[in-house]
Structure formats: C-alpha cells, structure tokens
C-alpha cells in the first residue's frame, strides 16, 4: 500500500494490469475470510487501490474493472458486523472517489433570475463561462492558480497550510493596542470636509425639530395620550416578549386580536374585515377622523398603485374540507377557472372574513392584514403574486425546548451507499421532474403519489425538483441573482404529501465545506393544517440529516491561460414524516424574516409606541436597485421641554449606530433586530435609560433585495 502511494507507482501498477488483479485478490479474501480473522490484509488490499485511483487513469480503470459493483456488494456484506468498520470506510472512500462525476442536471448554473446593473447595455444574464460572467472565477484563478493535471485528490481534503506564528501573532496584537491615553481621550479628525457632509442632514431630521407639540398640544391628543400605555413594562433582566401589549380603547379592523392586559372587564376588540387590500388602521377614538385620513393618504403614497385583482386575492373555500381550499387562497391565478363569476368572488371574500375571524390574534407584533398590504407593494425580479402561508399568518415560538439532534453511527456512509446504488440500478431511478423555475409548464400539479413543489413567492428558494424514487427527491436551489454561486438558504411549500411517510430529501449543490447539519441543526418545518387549528409555529424537523460532499462538479473558464477552476458540490440530506395528510407544508433553512415581515412590523411599532416618550422617525435611506425602500429609523427619547438644556441634551446625545442582514441568508440577524426594536420602544425603565443616552440610527435589512428575491 506505501509503494502504491507514489503517483509513478500507481500508474505502473495501472498500465501493467496489476488494478484488476488487487479487485479479484480482495474478492477471494472477502469470500473466504468468513470468521473475519484477516481484516487488516483485506483493508491493506483496499489501501492500494484507495492510492490507485487518486490519478485519473486508475479511476477510469477502475470502472472499467466492475469496481463499483464489486466493492459496493462487499460492502453490502459488512454492514452488520460494527468490527468491519475499517474496511467499510475505505470502501466507502474509494466508492466517493471514483463516482462519475457530473454536471449538475439544469441547463446552467447560474441564477434562473437576471436584473440589468445599472451601466450595463445588456439586460440579459452574461454567458456562462464568459468574462463577464465569471470575473470573480478568473480574478480567483489569476491570485491562485491552480493546475489541472490527472494526478488529483478531487478535494477530498482541501489541505490548508497553518501560518500561524504566536511571535508574529503577539506582536501583531501588541502593535494594535493603543497605551497614549491623551490619544484615546481626543476626538477622531473628521475624514470629510463638514461641507460635504451637510447633505445627511436630511438623515438626522432629529437635530432640526423644533418639537413644537411638547408646548402646543391640543387637549384632544393630550387626553389619547394620557390613556395609550407605551409597550409593556418588565423586570429589568427580562426583553419583553410583547405578549402582554396593551391598548385600551383600542381596536383593530381587518383582525380580531385578543386583550392581553391584566384588565379581566376589558373586552376583545373586534371589529369585521373592511379592506383587505388597505393597510390595517388603529382607530384610538372614533372622532379622530384626521388619522385615518392621514393614514390613508400615506398608505396610497407608499403603494402608488394597487392591481384590482388582489381584492380577491385570497379566495378560501370550506377550508381543509375542500381539496382546492389552499389554492384558491394562495394562487389568486387559478381562481378564474374555480369560479370566475362575481357572486364567487363576493362569496370568497366572506370565507376570507370568515378565516380571519378564526385567527386568534395572539402573535405579539404580526397582523396578517398589515403583512399583506405590505406584501402587495414589494418588488420583485419574479413578479411574486403569492403569499407563504407562514409569513401571512405568523407564528409562536413552541412552547417547548429541544435539545439538538444526535447524529446515528454510520449515517453518512449510509447515505453514500444509497447514492452509489443508483449507479448500479439505474432501473430504479424514476428521473422525474416535478418542479423547475426554468420550465413553468412543470409547476402545476405533479402526478398521482408525487409531491408538489411551489417557491415563487417571497425569500422562496427552490430552483428544482427530481423525483428519484417514489419517496426521495433531489432538489436544487437558486443561486443569487446575476450570479452562479450562494445555494445556501432555502424556503419552499411541499403538498400532495401522506402521513407517517418518511421522504427524503437531497440539497444538491450546496458550497460550504462543512455544515452545522453535521453537529445536531435541524431544518424548519411549518403546517399550515397544524396552524389552522391553533398551533402556528416553526418546528424543528428532519431525521438521518447529514452533510457530505456528492459527485457535481461545476467548471468555469479561466482568464488567460486556459486552466480549469473545479468548484465542488455538496449534498444537505434529510428524511421528514409530515403529520397529516393532504397537509401544505414550507420547509426552511432557518425561521424565514422577510421584506414583508419588517415593513409590516415597523408599521405596527410606530402605531403602538408612547410618542410622548418615545422619538421614532422612519425615513428611506435610498431606492434598492430593485426598487424597494431600504428604511432608516431614529429611536431615542423625548426631550423632557422645549427649554434650552433639554434640547441640548437631546442633540448632545451620542449616536448608536445598529444594522442587519447585509447577508440575505442570515435571518437570525432580522429577529435578534426585531427584538432589539421591541425592547427598545418598550417601557421598560432600562430601555427608557438608553433611549435617553443614546440615539439610535438603525438600518434593519440592508439588503432588501437579496431578501426579496430568496
């Protein structure tokens, strides 16, 4: 096994034949050593082809030699026995590396979704392969580069050097830390001259207002006030949670939400769906028509224009009752051919009354009518006309914990195996595709006993759906727009499913060398039947879940020399048994915050913050690219008068500066903001603390567009 270790070696012990004499020299030993007494001579035989095949032509021999099939049904043999584990593994090596290796199966790699860059004179998406293309393959290749010879790894490590020097190291540390405590103490030198920073005065509005309605307060607004309690308060070691909100006198059209205040004599306030296209309003009293009609002129300026056909949008029919019940809710393009007539129309509007009358209203902070209204304004490359359930009809956090996965022996040879079989029973591979963004023809309804995939809809990711056997599928994900790379977040709807099944599922061309689905992470899960009888949340879900690397390889052209970079896929599996029938259910990387979510959150803070203590100001910090506000907003407090040293406190206030979600994918960072922003406006006597120390700028997506578009 050492000799064959030598490239030279392996190539003569190729060219001379000695490659098919080892395979029929290890299935002699593997038939004959029944009592399993010889198992390192049997591994020593495997050790010399493992070292064979790491060149080009010994994997091609190899394969030509029936190894796959020989090695797969030796190994077949071992499972049982945990002592032949050494031998298994290095089948199994073995098995990984002299795969096939091919394409991934759609027409390219890059993004189904193209936007023309602003200085671009074409629109379309560049070429694959092309300079435009691939600038940053061959800006890669040009600062290391890489050869293309038939002596390689395949990458099965990517060694990589440690420079690390604790001398360096120290002294690099020791460099950085400033000890002239005169320095510390000084005012950092403005890098721009102050002309050119006038232009952002527009962004700290806060230090030109007057405050004018500290001193000139009609009594109407100061009675509302003095009877609208901020956010709820809580024990300083305690965020509060906002289950507790409160607003007498208050009621929500369009939502029935229930009272959370410690009032028992307090009623729900409710009122019937007026519009559901229109923004949700608070009505504090029923004579301060100057806010609705404020309200209203904003909500038509924030949406200019509004398609008629969302008036119906959510079409309902006899709910789980009805087969098509979430079609006609959720893909407002099939209701023509369900019932185009106006009575069904007139008819689907008191269902979607009626289903809303069943939502209970107890989600702190979301309304499904806000989020909506919202929703209808964002922009998108696909032009998205559905809602996912989830976001539309929020969610609780479970009410229990769950401790993270363990990982069974033996779980990602398993998975290997059943790839390898595959190729040698193609007869039970079914090859069929059920879903493609590329092909929409695809995207209706799948055949009998097959899943239905959907993803077109907002943060949605889901390129690609192959039905390999009846109850596995291979799914392939967008990559970022103008782009043929970042596979890694996913957010899709799977219906049509049965119960107590377990199916399995294959991420094909994920990136990362390693992920946290190998230590324990689980996926999340969302059942739209589980949500309809009162139990909407995200679950943990997936079973046998494990990360390895597959046999997809991708190939960009280099610049100039005509190298060859290979970037590696990776395969994210995962086997979940859905818990009803007919179910709907969104399956996610992590808890999905969309654009949506955010706008429609802030609307419902700056409604139920104390303004008398609380400054919020929300102001576009510039248009996305595709055309989306990006918003900034200034929390801090109330100056305490419109005297001078108060105003000057106010102004004197040093900034605090908090973004989110400059990566697309990172939805954690989108609710640790949301918390953040709750806390923040909250009574609680530390958040009133800060406010008053600090002013807050905040930037809460600044990157709408990679949300948007998933």
């Not at 049997?42 to 091609?60: A, D, P, S, V, W």
């Not at 729900?268 to 009293?285: A, G, H, N, T, Y």
């Amino acid at each position: 096994a050492f000799l064959s270790s030598s490239e030279s070696n392996s190539r003569r012990a190729v060219n001379r034949g000695y490659l098919g004499e080892l395979l029929r020299l290890y299935q002699d030993w593997h038939r004959n050593d029944v009592s399993n007494n010889y198992i390192y001579i049997r591994r020593g035989l495997l050790l010399c082809l493992k070292y064979i095949t790491n060149i080009q032509l010994g994997r091609e021999t190899f394969l030509g030699s029936r190894g796959m099939e020989i090695l797969f049904t030796s190994v077949q043999d071992c499972l049982s026995c945990k002592n032949l584990d050494p031998i298994i593994t290095t089948a199994t090596h073995i098995l990984r590396k002299c795969y096939p290796k091919e394409h991934l199966p759609v027409v390219t790699v890059r993004s189904s979704y193209s936007f023309p860059l602003p200085g671009n004179a074409s629109a379309g998406p560049p070429c694959e392969g092309s300079e435009e293309g691939c600038w940053v393959e061959h800006l890669w290749l040009c600062l290391f580069p890489t050869s293309a010879g038939d002596s390689e790894s395949e990458g099965e490590e990517e060694d990589e050097k440690d420079w690390d020097n604790e001398d360096v190291e120290s002294k690099e540390e020791d460099c950085d830390l400033e000890t002239d405590v005169n320095k510390l103490r000084s005012r950092p030198v403005l890098d721009w001259p102050e002309q050119e920073l006038e232009k952002y005065e527009a962004l700290c509005a806060e230090l030109f207002q007057n405050f004018q309605e500290l001193e000139f307060e009609s009594e109407e607004k100061k009675s509302l006030e003095d009877r609208t309690e901020s956010l709820p308060s809580a024990p300083s070691h305690f965020i509060p949670s906002a289950a507790s909100v409160k607003h007498p006198n208050c009621r929500w059209r369009n939502q029935s939400v229930t009272e959370m205040g410690p009032d028992p004599g307090e009623q729900d306030f409710k009122v019937p769906l007026q519009s559901w296209r229109k923004k949700e309003e608070c009505i504090w009293d029923k004579n301060d028509e100057n806010r609705d009609i404020a309200e209203k002129a904003q909500d038509k300026d924030f949406c200019e224009e509004e398609d008629p056909a969302r008036s119906h949008v959510f079409a309902l029919c006899s709910l789980l009752k009805d087969a098509a019940w979430y079609k006609k809710v959720f893909y407002p393009h099939c209701e023509a051919s369900i019932d185009p007539s106006p009575e069904g129309r007139l008819e689907s509007s008191d269902l979607v009354r009626n289903l809303l009358e069943k939502h209970q209203g107890d989600i702190p902070f979301h309304s499904p009518c806000f989020y909506a209204a919202r929703a209808q304004c964002v922009k998108s490359i696909p032009g998205y006309r559905e809602l996912a359930f989830p976001d539309f009809w929020g969610h609780q956090p479970p009410p229990y914990s769950k401790p993270v996965l363990e990982r069974k022996h033996g779980l990602q040879r398993d998975k290997v195996l059943d790839d390898v079989r595959r190729l040698i029973q193609p007869g039970d591979v079914i090859g069929r595709t059920v879903f493609d963004l590329d092909d929409p023809s695809l995207s209706s309804p799948a055949a009998p006993g097959c899943l239905t995939f959907f993803s077109k809809f907002e943060s949605g990711n889901l390129r690609k759906a192959i039905q390999v056997r009846e109850f596995e599928y291979d799914l392939i994900m967008n990559a970022d727009v103008n782009s043929s790379q970042h596979h890694q977040w996913f957010y899709f709807e799977v219906r049509d499913m049965k119960p107590a099944v377990p199916y399995r599922f294959n991420i094909i061309n994920c990136e990362k060398l390693n992920s946290q689905f190998n230590y324990g992470m689980q996926l999340v899960m969302y059942s739209v039947r589980e949500a309809l009888q009162g139990r909407p949340r995200w679950t943990r879900a997936g079973q046998e879940i494990c990360y390895y690397k597959n046999h997809y390889r991708c190939r960009s052209a280099a610049a100039g020399g005509g190298g060859v970079r290979r970037r590696f896929y990776y395969t994210l599996t995962f086997s979940i048994k859905f818990p009803h029938k007919d179910d709907v259910c969104y399956l996610a990387y992590h808890y999905p915050y969309t654009y949506s979510t955010m706008m429609s959150h802030l609307d419902i803070l700056e409604q139920n913050r104390n303004p008398r203590k609380v400054y919020w100001r929300q102001q576009t910090l510039c248009q996305t690219l595709g055309g989306n506000p990006c918003p900034l907003l200034t929390v801090t407090a109330m100056p305490e008068s419109k005297n001078r040293d108060d105003l000057e406190q106010f102004c004197n206030r040093p900034y605090v500066f908090l973004t989110a979600r400059v990566h697309p994918g990172e939805s954690n960072a989108s609710w640790v903001m949301k918390g953040t922003l709750e806390f923040l406006v909250s009574s609680d006597p530390i958040a009133e603390l800060l406010r008053k120390c600090f002013i807050f700028k905040i930037v809460p997506m600044l990157n709408p567009d990679g949300v948007i578009n998933g």
